[in-house]
Each structure stands twice: as structure tokens, then as C-alpha cells.
């Protein structure tokens, strides 16, 4: 659902493809010195291109918006008829978009955080008696995750390198090649400086009373890291081409 990406949004890279097409799959069957060096030729080396296979991962489109589904059930079911008739659209709505991502092949483990994250937002929202109390979680989360990604870059181990490296073939030793970890360095801090756009936004809009504009941002920030993804996976590859 829509909180299920807010909650692991650098998850969906690792985890949302199809079952027989999980990430590093076509890396095992290469040889190892390969896979520690040497670019995957199959890589995209557009940026249009990486943001396509970047949002495949993500599930696509599609799948975006049946991550959110049950979140839009909810609010549109309390705009017309109250927080009982929310519960119950969300009671309808998380057990269909499981089902659907596994129609479609996604991940099992995603579905299924998926599907707990909804019912403890569901939680929060009954045990407070109020719409918008769904989203207290996802408001929150941005603030986590980007401590999180600032801390990487600290420890002079930024968060990107760690997820992308190996998709993109880079060297074992990435930290010491400095075009590499100047790349992955602003990249993990373009998505903190996302993650703090996204807590303000979140912040005004739970304020504000407006669980429509608090579901809308959690199914928009899926394309946003998408594309950081993408950025990253074309300018790795590029640095890695061009390192001596």
C-alpha cells in the first residue's frame, strides 16, 4: 500500500520485481571476478531508460498504484461515509491489493509488510478516532530514513553505494575510488534532501487535517526514489566506464 512505500522505499528495488527475476539473479551465473568488477552489459545507459527498468522494480505504474490502493479505499470511504465505513473499505481493500501483487508476481515478503503496515496504520487510526491518524506512521517514517541516509554518508558508507553497487558491477572496493563515492555519496544525499522535503510536506498535510494529500504524497514518492535510483545506476556505470 501506499505506507508500504513510504515505510521501504529502497526496498522496492530489491524486492518488488517478479519471483524468477530477483535482482542479481543474472549475476550469479557470471564468474566472480565479473560480478566484483566489471559493469553488467545488460544495464541501461540512458537515464529514460534506468528510470523504466527502475520503476519495473518498483512494480510499475500499476503497481504503485495497487501498493496504494488500500490507503486511497480508506480515504475516499472517510470522505463519504465516516471512519467506520473506512475501516470496512480497508478491511476490503488491503486483502485485494495482496492478492493482486501476487497475481502479479511481486514480492511475497513486500506483500506482505504491505498488508501489516496497513493494519497497524489501521491500529493507530481506531485507537485515536481519527482519519488522518493512519498516516501518522508514514509521516514519521522520512524523518527516520533520512537520518538514516545522512548517517551513511558520515560513515563514509552512503546507503546508494550499498543497494546499487553490485547491479550496476562496480568494484568490491567502491569506497576507494573516489568518482564512485562522490556518486553514490550525492545521490544518498539528494534522497535525504527528499526524505526532508517529504517529512515537511507530510507535516503541513497531517496539520492540516488532510489524509487525501497525505495518500497522494505516499504514492508519489515511489516515481521520486525511482528516479534517484535511476540517476544513480547511469552516472555509476558512466564512472565506472571512464575509471582508468
Same mark, same amino acid.
Given at each position: 500500500?501506499?505506507?508500504? @512505500?513510504?515505510?521501504?522505499? *529502497?526496498?522496492?528495488?530489491?524486492?518488488? $520485481?517478479?519471483?524468477?527475476?530477483?535482482?542479481?539473479?543474472?549475476?550469479?551465473?557470471?564468474?566472480?571476478?565479473?560480478?566484483?568488477?566489471?559493469?553488467?552489459?545488460?544495464?541501461? *545507459?540512458? @537515464?529514460?531508460?534506468?528510470?523504466?527498468?527502475?520503476?519495473?522494480?518498483?512494480? +510499475?505504474? /500499476? %503497481?504503485?498504484?495497487?501498493?496504494?490502493?488500500?490507503?486511497?479505499?480508506?480515504?475516499?470511504?472517510?470522505?463519504? &461515509?465516516?471512519? *467506520?465505513?473506512?475501516?470496512?473499505?480497508? !478491511?476490503?481493500?488491503?486483502?485485494?491489493?495482496? %492478492?493482486?501483487?501476487?497475481?502479479?508476481?511481486?514480492?511475497?515478503? &513486500?506483500?506482505?509488510? &504491505?498488508?501489516?503496515?496497513? #493494519?497497524?496504520?489501521?491500529?493507530?487510526?481506531?485507537?485515536? #478516532?481519527?482519519?488522518?491518524?493512519?498516516?501518522?506512521?508514514?509521516?514519521?517514517?522520512? !524523518?527516520?530514513?533520512?537520518?538514516?541516509?545522512? %548517517?551513511?554518508?558520515?560513515?563514509?558508507?552512503?546507503? /546508494? %553505494?550499498?543497494?546499487?553497487?553490485?547491479?550496476? +558491477?562496480?568494484?568490491?572496493?567502491? $569506497?576507494?575510488?573516489?568518482?564512485?563515492?562522490?556518486?553514490? *555519496?550525492?545521490? /544518498?544525499?539528494? !534522497?535525504?534532501?527528499?526524505?526532508?522535503?517529504?517529512?515537511?510536506?507530510?507535516?503541513? !498535510?497531517?496539520?492540516?487535517?488532510?489524509?487525501?494529500? @497525505?495518500?497522494?504524497? &505516499?504514492?508519489?514518492?515511489?516515481?521520486?526514489?525511482?528516479?534517484?535510483?535511476?540517476? /544513480?545506476?547511469?552516472?555509476?556505470?558512466?564512472?565506472?566506464?571512464?575509471?582508468?
Amino acid at each position: 500500500m501506499t505506507n508500504d @512505500l513510504a515505510a521501504a522505499p *529502497t526496498e522496492q528495488f530489491a524486492t518488488a $520485481r517478479p519471483v524468477d527475476d530477483q535482482p542479481g539473479d543474472e549475476l550469479d551465473d557470471q564468474p566472480a571476478d565479473r560480478q566484483a568488477d566489471e559493469p553488467d552489459d545488460d544495464q541501461p *545507459t540512458t @537515464l529514460s531508460a534506468a528510470l523504466r527498468r527502475s520503476l519495473a522494480r518498483s512494480g +510499475g505504474m /500499476t %503497481g504503485i498504484l495497487v501498493a496504494g490502493l488500500p490507503a486511497i479505499a480508506f480515504v475516499a470511504a472517510d470522505a463519504v &461515509g465516516g471512519l *467506520t465505513w473506512a475501516f470496512i473499505a480497508l !478491511a476490503v481493500a488491503a486483502p485485494v491489493a495482496f %492478492g493482486v501483487r501476487l497475481a502479479r508476481r511481486e514480492s511475497l515478503r &513486500g506483500a506482505l509488510i &504491505g498488508l501489516a503496515v496497513a #493494519g497497524v496504520c489501521a491500529g493507530i487510526a481506531a485507537f485515536s #478516532g481519527e482519519a488522518r491518524a493512519f498516516f501518522l506512521l508514514p509521516t514519521l517514517i522520512p !524523518a527516520v530514513l533520512g537520518v538514516v541516509f545522512l %548517517g551513511s554518508v558520515l560513515v563514509r558508507r552512503p546507503i /546508494t %553505494g550499498m543497494i546499487f553497487n553490485r547491479l550496476v +558491477g562496480g568494484p568490491a572496493d567502491w $569506497r576507494e575510488h573516489p568518482r564512485l563515492m562522490r556518486v553514490y *555519496t550525492l545521490s /544518498t544525499l539528494a !534522497a535525504v534532501a527528499f526524505h526532508a522535503v517529504n517529512l515537511v510536506a507530510r507535516g503541513f !498535510a497531517y496539520l492540516a487535517d488532510q489524509p487525501a494529500v @497525505l495518500a497522494a504524497l &505516499g504514492v508519489a514518492a515511489a516515481p521520486v526514489f525511482a528516479l534517484i535510483a535511476a540517476v /544513480t545506476l547511469v552516472a555509476a556505470r558512466r564512472a565506472i566506464t571512464a575509471a582508468p
